[in-house]
């Protein structure tokens, strides 16, 4: 007997913005395409800027991006669906990204990515029932001097352990401030992406704050600019550390 095979219904074409909205959204858009020479190099923005409109990149978002830089709706999704801080789905106010790569992981990072799945009753890029936390793993998040490293909203929150990790997505859901160890202060994830989009932040003291690189980030620099000594680390070969006879 020859199986039957359900090709499904073709898939609709995607919902339009609401008037409002797209008249707000084209507005900023234009600033975004004037920044360059050619308007479908402003298309990584441009993504950042529907996804603060809905906390992630929808149809509707992708389809205004094509129509409003003269792409294919397949341009523009290949490309919303290679980076990672684009987002497919609804996801949470605060993304806790968990860095789980070696260094990290080895110093408590799959510990802590473990415990907050357990805590949060959720599983790797998925949301908690409030809205408020998506939590995911991520490769690496570029401070391995400060591991085990958890980012939120890609601020850095450095040192951390399983107990701080915890307490401060418990301080999230809460609504209570919470500071990163460097850097910004916290923002939501629809006010992070439109910052992403080129757009300033306007808070107070926001722009000013600043995250210092750590000291084994800064010792290259310190040495290109003739700071301080270089001390050998590896010997050469035949060479021994210590002194003959000990």
Not at 75 to 99: H, I, L, N
Not at 148 to 163: H, I, L, S
Request: glycine share 8%; net charge negative; charged share 25%.
């Amino acid at each position: 007997m020859t199986e039957q095979i359900s090709l499904g219904m073709p898939q609709l074409p995607a919902p339009a913005y609401p008037a409002e909205v797209h008249a707000r959204l084209t507005e900023d858009a234009r600033a975004i395409v004037d920044r360059y020479p050619d308007s479908r190099s402003a298309l990584l923005p441009m993504l950042h800027l529907v996804q603060s409109e809905e906390g992630h990149v929808t149809r509707t978002g992708m389809a205004f991006c094509a129509e409003t830089l003269g792409l294919t709706t397949a341009e523009v999704t290949a490309v919303a669906t290679f980076y990672s801080m684009y987002r497919r789905k609804p996801s949470g106010d605060y993304q806790v990204g968990v860095c789980t790569n070696t260094l990290c992981a080895v110093m408590g990072g799959d510990a802590i990515f473990e415990e907050l799945k357990e805590h949060l009753a959720v599983g790797n890029n998925e949301t908690t029932p409030d809205g408020k936390i998506t939590l995911e793993h991520i490769e690496c998040n570029a401070a391995c001097d400060f591991a085990p490293v958890v980012m939120v909203n890609w601020e850095f929150f450095d040192n951390q352990t399983p107990e701080s990790a915890k307490k401060m997505v418990d301080d999230l859901r809460a609504g209570r401030t919470v500071e990163p160890t460097r850097g910004a202060p916290l923002c939501t994830f629809k006010e992070t992406a439109r910052i992403l989009a080129g757009f300033p932040d306007e808070r107070p003291g926001a722009v000013e704050a600043t995250g210092g690189a750590g000291p084994a980030s800064l010792v290259g620099l310190r040495l290109a600019k003739g700071e301080q000594p270089h001390h050998r680390i590896v010997h050469p070969r035949g060479e021994t550390s210590g002194q003959e006879g000990e």
